[in-house]
């Protein structure tokens, strides 16, 4: 990912709050992501370890965290452990921060070259009784890959088998769940660069364009301005807009049809997520804008509902009571079918089955649990939908949206979402 400035401070106040929650006696460590093998000798692009830049703003590989308040030498409390630059290095994979560069990006004046670490990890280990230790535990993760910090933590569970050991996880949910202004600002300026990617591709899309060429067109608005996609791209057309994780994004876009766009930028490690449903032709059906509408109705009255103290759960099953009184008005679903529905197996799941609301940040689906409340601070996504298989088409709206303590701050307030406003949009092709 290409940096965006961001002051030091943020990340000596994030690990000030870290500080904070941890027991007496206490050290954490946090590593870096691997850098990903593909075939042969392919690697992917570094994606740096959320939790190890939320605290250090360092997205360089092969960095370490060691974070240790009580340490016997204040030297030794905050200690930053990054690759030493040599001229292999440089000639290969070019520059590598120096000392003073990563102390001017973290705002912690301790860092060491990695190689340093082994040393120091058992000096301190010996001072300390209780050892914070992170893994993923997004609920939703798929863990197959062994991490840095897994290997890390059985290799430190063998040599120090007698400390206390305690998951640095939840902490980590809690701080990242609330967002700082700065970061609110980092993902607003993510936002508006969607915002900007949307606008480019109304103006390109029309009957015979490929999928494949309106995701080249979103790639082509966001690359230039030094962002990303923020996670793979859904471009739907037709009945692929039922597929809720469509990504294959290469079928021509018919006359007639709805497209789908799921696809929004990060910019600088902060996410955005956006989902607009447009018309191929550049204006809706009849009935395309009746379910349009409806699904906006949903999007107006969950935004206002997202509060604090609910969870997404609660958010969850206000927006399937929204969704199913929707969906009676039209025609898709009988009152009888709702007075005989199941509370585990509700009518409207056929239309709508999939949750309205997460958390966002430097994550997509951010760091949290499913039983946190929300609290001012957090930015959440507000997605509500209607899917109709049999009509072959679906309609999704999506926003990136702050809770504050008075109300909803939308990040995309200013991205078009009324069928008014897109249809114009689209015929406003200079």
């Given at each position: ?28 460590v ?18 740096q370890?959320?939790d190890l ?33 040599n ?21 912690i ?44 933590a ?14 640095l996880?939840p902490?980590m ?16 300026a ?46 739907a ?21 709805l ?7 990060g ?7 956006l989902?607009?449903?447009i ?35 609660d958010?969850?099953?206000?927006c399937?009571?929204?969704t ?6 039209l ?26 609301s ?5 994550d ?36 990136t949206?702050?809770v504050?303590?008075?109300?909803q701050r ?13 249809e ?7």
């Amino acid at each position: 990912m290409k940096p965006i400035s961001l002051p030091a401070g943020l990340f000596t106040y994030n690990r000030e709050r870290l500080l904070q929650r941890l027991l007496p006696r206490s050290l954490a460590v946090l590593n870096s992501n691997d850098i990903m093998p593909t075939n042969g000798d392919g690697s992917m692009r570094h994606h740096q370890n959320a939790d190890l830049f939320y605290l250090t703003g360092i997205t360089q590989e092969e960095t370490m965290l060691l974070i240790a308040p009580e340490a016997f030498d204040p030297n030794h409390r905050e200690i930053l452990f990054i690759r030493q630059p040599n001229e292999h290095l440089t000639i290969w994979e070019g520059h590598k921060l120096s000392k003073e560069q990563a102390t001017e990006i973290s705002g912690i004046k301790n860092v060491r070259w990695v190689s340093e670490f082994p040393v120091l990890f058992r000096q301190i280990m010996c001072e300390m009784e209780n050892v914070y230790l992170n893994s993923n535990e997004h609920q939703r993760a798929d863990v197959t890959v062994e991490t840095r910090d897994v290997r890390f933590a059985r290799d430190c569970q063998r040599q120090f088998p007698l400390h206390r050991y305690r998951r640095l996880a939840p902490v980590m949910h809690a701080l990242r769940v609330v967002k700082s202004g700065h970061e609110i600002n980092a993902m607003k300026a993510a936002c508006d660069l969607t915002g900007r990617g949307f606008k480019r591709v109304c103006k390109f899309v029309k009957p015979g364009v490929n999928e494949a060429e309106v995701e080249a067109e979103f790639a082509h608005e966001f690359i230039r301005h030094k962002g990303q996609f923020a996670y793979g791209p859904i471009i739907a057309s037709g009945a692929n807009s039922n597929i809720l994780h469509y990504v294959q994004n290469d079928q021509v876009c018919q006359k007639g049809d709805l497209l789908l766009l799921d696809v929004a930028a990060g910019l600088g490690n902060y996410m955005s997520d956006l989902t607009r449903t447009i018309p191929v032709s550049g204006r809706f059906s009849r009935r395309q804008k009746q379910v349009y509408n409806a699904v906006l109705q949903i999007f107006r009255q969950m935004s206002r509902m997202m509060l604090p103290g609910k969870t997404t759960k609660d958010l969850r099953m206000e927006c399937e009571e929204l969704t199913t009184k929707e969906c009676v008005d039209l025609g898709l679903i009988t009152m009888a079918q709702v007075k005989n529905q199941k509370p585990e197996d509700p009518a409207v799941k056929k239309f709508f089955m999939h949750g309205v609301s997460h958390p966002i940040g430097l994550d997509v689906h951010d760091a949290t649990y499913n039983h946190f409340k929300i609290e001012p601070g957090w930015v959440l996504t507000c997605e509500p939908a209607i899917y109709i298989k049999e009509e072959g088409f679906g309609i999704r709206l999506e926003n990136t949206i702050v809770v504050t303590e008075t109300g909803q701050r939308d990040l995309m307030a200013e991205i078009p979402i009324e069928a008014e406003e897109i249809e114009d949009m689209m015929h406003r092709k200079g």
